[in-house]
């Protein structure tokens, strides 16, 4: 919601230059923290044939109300103090050849496992939980929402940016405002029986939003339906700003681009390793190119919550299928030229086979786990010992069942804790006819371990998928394209007036 105003300050510091002293004092201005705090398996990927690699950010608004300004804006003063929430979660990939980039939104009451979690200030320890993602940013901080996100999604995230409501305000202002429109008048007020509201009152049409009303704009969900809705509007806004940095010639004008560096700078939380204004300089050059054409907004595919109606999770298939995407970087749009390269099999390429030799089957000690438990499925009961049999009629005789208790893993993966281990791992998975990028190594785990994913629920062989194509997307993943002018947003009736 909040984090156009963190996309507008990346591309401005790409361009601005600085002198020396003023370079410092906005350097000074960086508040940072730690990449990751919590439990995470997630890996980078792999260099395409050019050697390029992708690049992920995550983006999160803060519902903090600890400050003055922030308590003024948020509403619900009763809230002051608390240990944030990040309402707003958003990730953003940039293709490794840098022509695409896309945007994921994940609402913010989406229940998903949440990694143990060590606060970096002040060492408190946050057990592994399952909950909506929102609560993890009150877990120690940004880096316990990266890692959340990379265990759902086995995506390698390179930073986090975080931002809360005085920050939004003063990015807004620095922009100059920002066009939305809505098709109806809209007024997202208190209702008799539904509380708090953003305040946003606007007449049906197109209006350019700033300061405390681009926040409203950001902030509004009962006008627009839902977190659903909300998710689209701030995508909206998102385009709109990018479209607007595009169109204007801010990078000329000295004391604009002085004003918009110091909101920027002021504004931002950021991953340490981005601590500085030459990487966000850096990260700005990476940024900029993408057309906005081919920029493509969306929202993880999801499903009401069967434990909670007011909450929702991840919509297995068309959620794994997005992620795939991701992981193997494969366009959302069908705009750009072929993917990464395949091999014979059609899936997509797969990290390097290790050059370890691998043991006899029968020397392998393995340990089989049934992670087939989802949000709406009890686990299938016996999968462990059936897939372990299945090892042992291949020759991994010391292939054995972990009868402790189920997990809820969207896709079956192979984990080994060292690299003396990882041919023995890749074995185990190419017997099953798991693919070599769901091998992973971990040190949550004493050795090569298969887990029996929500993928593969029954059968003796594993359902090998052909890899999505460019523009394969969900239909039900609401994109929306950073070139569209004419997109807009409908009113829920109750809050139309």
């Given at each position: 919601m909040r984090w156009s105003a963190a996309t507008l300050s990346v591309l401005i510091l790409g361009t601005a230059g600085v002198g020396y002293l003023y370079?410092?004092?906005?350097?000074?201005?960086?508040?940072?923290?730690?990449?990751?705090?919590?439990?995470?398996?997630?890996?980078r990927t792999e260099p395409n044939a050019a050697g390029?690699?992708?690049?992920?950010?995550?983006?999160?608004?803060?519902?903090?109300?600890?400050?003055?300004?922030?308590?003024?804006?948020?509403?619900?003063?009763?809230?002051?103090?608390?240990?944030?929430?990040?309402?707003?979660?958003m990730l953003v990939h940039v293709s490794a050849d840098r022509k695409s980039a896309a945007v994921v939104s994940i609402p913010r009451d989406t229940r998903v496992d949440i990694p143990k979690c060590v606060d970096p200030k002040t060492g408190e320890k946050f057990a592994a939980t399952n909950d909506i993602i929102n609560t993890s940013l009150a877990r120690g901080g940004a880096g316990c929402t990266l890692a959340t996100w990379q265990n759902l999604t086995g995506v390698y995230i390179d930073h986090w940016m975080t931002i809360d409501f005085a920050g939004v305000v003063k990015m807004a202002d620095a922009i100059g405002g920002v066009e939305v429109c809505v098709k109806q008048n809209v007024w997202d007020r208190p209702k008799p029986r539904v509380s708090g509201g953003s305040g946003l009152k606007l007449t049906a049409g197109r209006h350019k939003v700033q300061g405390k009303q681009a926040l409203q704009w950001l902030r509004t969900r009962h006008a627009f339906y839902s977190d659903l809705g909300r998710a689209k509007a701030q995508h909206m806004y998102m385009n709109s700003m990018i479209r607007t940095l595009k169109s204007q010639n801010v990078f000329t004008d000295g004391g604009r681009l002085t004003d918009l560096a110091e909101a920027a700078t002021k504004s931002l939380t950021v991953s340490e390793e981005l601590g500085s204004v030459k990487e966000l300089f850096d990260l700005g050059m990476q940024l900029k190119s993408v057309p906005t054409d081919r920029i493509t907004m969306t929202t993880m595919p999801t499903v009401?919550?069967?434990?909670?109606?007011?909450?929702?999770?991840?919509?297995?298939?068309?959620?794994e299928q997005m992620w795939t995407m991701l992981r193997d970087d494969i366009a959302?749009?069908?705009?750009?030229?072929?993917?990464?390269?395949?091999?014979?099999?059609g899936e997509a390429s797969a990290p390097p086979v290790s050059t370890d030799p691998a043991?006899?089957?029968?020397?392998?000690g393995v340990l089989v786990q049934n992670g087939t438990r989802t949000a709406e499925l009890a686990a299938v009961g016996g999968r462990a010992t059936a897939i372990s049999q299945v090892l042992i009629g291949k020759g991994f005789t010391n292939a054995a069942a972990d009868t402790s208790g189920s997990l809820s893993v969207e896709q079956t993966v192979v984990h080994y804790p060292s690299a003396d281990l990882a041919g023995d791992a890749q074995l185990v998975a190419k017997s099953l006819g798991i693919p070599a990028s769901s091998v992973k190594k971990s040190t949550d785990v004493s050795g090569v371990t298969v887990t029996v994913g929500a993928d593969w629920r029954e059968g003796a062989a594993y359902p090998?998928?052909?890899?999505?194509?460019a523009g394969q997307l969900p239909a039900t993943a609401d994109k929306l394209v950073g070139s569209d002018t004419k997109s807009c947003m409908d009113v829920y009736s109750p809050y139309r007036w």
């Open positions: 370079y410092e004092h906005l350097n000074g201005n960086i508040q940072k923290g730690a990449r990751s705090i919590g439990d995470s398996k997630a890996r390029q690699t992708p690049l992920n950010i995550l983006l999160i608004g803060s519902d903090s109300r600890n400050s003055a300004a922030n308590v003024s804006l948020g509403g619900d003063r009763k809230n002051a103090g608390n240990p944030p929430l990040g309402d707003v979660q009401e919550d069967p434990k909670d109606v007011n909450h929702l999770v991840p919509a297995g298939a068309d959620a959302f749009d069908d705009k750009g030229g072929a993917p990464a390269a395949k091999n014979p099999t043991a006899a089957p029968g020397k392998i090998r998928k052909a890899a999505p194509k």
